[in-house]
């Protein structure tokens, strides 16, 4: 149990991060999306923001620091904007 809630603590700015720019990109952007690209942009935008912090963990030897969150939402924006061109 302890496990699956430090699991899914460590994900949850990642997927956070993922789900605030696919809902706002089509609010800033003249591109109407359906639902199936909504969900393709969350889960490519999930799985960088994971492999960030799964870098930024193995590289510092700890998580949570701001340069690792800082590198997860550069790459979560720039996973965003490929896919929208």
Do not use: E
Not at 44 to 63: K, P
């Amino acid at each position: 149990m302890s496990l699956t809630v430090h699991l899914l603590n460590f994900i949850a700015p990642a997927c956070a991060v993922a789900a605030w720019l696919a809902l706002v990109t089509p609010l800033v952007s003249n591109i109407s999306l359906g639902w199936q690209a909504w969900r393709r942009q969350f889960l490519l935008g999930s799985a960088v923001g994971v492999a960030v912090l799964l870098a930024g963990l193995i590289g510092f030897g700890n998580d949570g620091k701001i340069l690792t969150y800082a590198a997860m939402v550069l790459a979560c924006a720039t996973t965003q904007w490929l896919l929208t061109l």
